[in-house]
C-alpha cells in the first residue's frame, strides 16, 4: 500500500481547514491549535477526507497519546540505528598501492609488492583487467581446485557406504575440510540413500556451526568465508565473478621475489588503512569472561584508531542470588577480577592490556589487534551460570 510520510519538527503544528472548491470564495483565517505528535501517516484509505464542495474538509484528529508515540518513535529509532549491521561510511584506503597479502592454504602468509600491473578475470562478458591499486582481494573458487571437487564427490559418495568405518572415516574428512566448503556440501542430494541423508545433515548442521564460531575467530579472519565455484575478484565498488587468467603471481618480499602459484593461495587482501568508520552491534552474553573466553567483534584496529563503546542491558550474577543484576559498569559488591568490578563490561586489543569499558568508553587505539570484549568475573565465580547479556554498539574510527 501506497504511503506518504511527513515529518514534523516543533511540537506545534496548524490544522489547515480547506474552504470551498469556490475559486471565488476568500481565504478564510486559520486557526492554529497545539498538537503534540511527532509523524502522521497518510496512506489509502486514509481518515482524513477530500474537500467537499461548499464546505471545509474534516481537520486531523490527534491521538491524546501523542507524547507518548513520540517517545516510542524516539526510542525505536535509536534502537534501529544501534542495531544497524556492520557499515563503512567510509572505505579504508590501502597503505601501498602494490603491496598485497596472501594466504595460502598451508597455512603461510606473505606479504609484499605484486609485480604485475592488475588481475585479469575471464568473465562471459570478456575479459576484465583490476589494476593493483584498484584491487581490494581475491578468492579462488572450487573451479581453481578441480582436485577438490573430486576428493568431496568421492567423499560423499561414501556417506553411504555399507561400511560403517568408511561413512564415518568420509564424515570426518569433509568436516575437516571446513566450513568454506558448505556451499558445496549443500549441492549434493541423499541419492535416496538413509545413512547418506543423515550424515549429509549431520555435516551441514557441523559446518554450519563450525562457521558461526569461526566468523569471529583471529586466526581464521576471513578465511572462513563459503567458497564458490568461480573466483571472486573485489574492488571498492563492486565483486567481479569469473575465472583468473594469471596462473602465478611474483611478489617483491622482503627474502626476495617470491612465486605464487594460484592453486596454493587460499585468499589474498590488501592491508587498509586511513579515512574510515566502522560501526557494529554485538551481544556479549554473561558468560563471556576476561581470563577465560572473551567474544571477538571481528574489527581488526590499528594503533591510532578513536574506539567508541557504548553498552546497555544486564546478566544476573547467580552467586550473589538470582534477584542479584549487574550492568556494564560493574559493581564492587561482586568482588573483582584483575582491579575491575564483578560485572565490568571490559575490552582488550589482541593479547594486550585489559581496559575497562562500563556503559560508555572513548579510547585510542595503543597498538594493532581484533577488538575484543568481555566481563570481569572473579576466578572463583568463574564456573557459575550468567544469565542475560549486554548489548554493545561499537564505533571505530581510522584517521
Not at 62 to 86: I, M, N, R, T
Not at 332 to 361: E, H
Request: contains cysteine; aromatic residues 6%.
Amino acid at each position: 500500500m501506497l504511503k506518504k510520510h511527513f515529518s514534523f519538527c516543533g511540537i506545534t503544528a496548524a490544522v489547515i481547514v480547506i474552504t470551498s472548491m469556490n475559486l471565488s470564495a476568500q481565504e478564510e483565517q486559520v486557526e492554529e491549535v497545539p498538537i503534540a505528535f511527532s509523524r502522521i501517516e497518510l496512506q489509502e484509505g486514509s481518515p482524513i477526507a477530500p474537500p467537499s464542495v461548499g464546505g471545509p474538509a474534516r481537520p486531523v484528529r490527534v491521538q491524546e497519546d501523542g507524547k507518548k508515540k513520540d517517545a516510542k518513535k524516539k526510542q525505536d529509532d535509536k534502537k534501529a540505528k544501534s542495531d544497524e549491521p556492520l557499515k563503512k561510511k567510509q572505505d579504508r584506503k590501502p597503505v601501498n598501492p602494490k603491496q598485497v597479502v596472501f594466504h595460502l592454504w598451508d597455512g603461510n602468509v606473505i606479504t609484499g609488492d605484486l609485480t604485475t600491473d592488475g588481475v585479469t578475470v575471464i568473465t562471459e562478458f570478456g575479459d576484465l583487467k583490476v589494476p593493483v591499486e584498484k584491487l581490494y582481494g581475491f578468492r579462488p573458487g572450487l573451479n581453481s581446485f578441480p582436485e577438490l571437487q573430486e576428493k568431496i564427490k568421492n567423499l560423499v559418495a561414501k556417506l553411504g557406504d555399507k561400511d560403517f568405518n568408511e561413512r564415518e572415516r568420509s564424515h570426518k574428512a569433509i568436516v575437516n575440510m571446513g566450513p568454506q566448503f558448505l556451499m558445496e556440501i549443500y549441492q549434493y542430494e541423499d541419492g535416496g540413500n538413509a545413512e547418506r541423508k543423515r550424515h549429509l545433515k549431520e555435516i551441514r548442521d557441523e559446518l554450519e556451526n563450525m562457521a558461526e564460531d569461526m566468523e569471529n575467530d583471529d586466526s581464521e579472519e576471513g578465511g572462513a568465508v563459503a567458497m564458490i565455484r568461480g573466483d571472486s575478484v573485489q574492488t571498492k565498488d563492486f565483486t567481479i565473478v569469473g575465472k583468473i587468467k594469471e596462473a602465478t603471481f611474483i611478489v617483491k618480499s622482503k627474502y626476495g621475489p617470491l612465486n605464487i602459484n594460484l592453486a596454493d593461495i587460499k585468499y589474498m587482501d590488501r592491508p587498509l588503512t586511513g579515512g574510515g568508520e566502522v560501526r557494529k552491534t554485538v551481544k556479549i552474553p554473561g558468560n563471556t569472561m576476561l581470563g577465560k573466553n572473551m567474544k571477538s567483534t571481528g574489527i581488526r584496529v590499528q594503533k591510532g584508531d578513536v574506539i567508541t563503546i557504548r553498552a546497555s542491558g544486564q546478566i544476573t550474577m547467580t552467586p550473589w542470588g538470582s534477584n542479584r543484576t549487574s550492568g556494564p559498569e560493574g559493581s564492587s559488591r561482586y568482588s573483582n577480577y584483575q582491579k575491575f568490578n564483578g560485572g565490568t563490561l571490559v575490552m582488550q586489543i589482541g593479547d594486550g592490556k585489559a581496559v575497562g569499558v562500563g556503559a560508555k568508553k572513548t579510547i585510542k587505539a595503543n597498538k594493532n589487534g581484533l577488538l575484543k570484549l568481555g566481563i570481569a568475573i572473579p576466578t572463583s565465580y568463574m564456573n557459575y551460570s550468567y544469565p542475560g547479556e549486554y548489548k554493545v554498539v561499537l564505533k571505530v574510527e581510522s584517521k
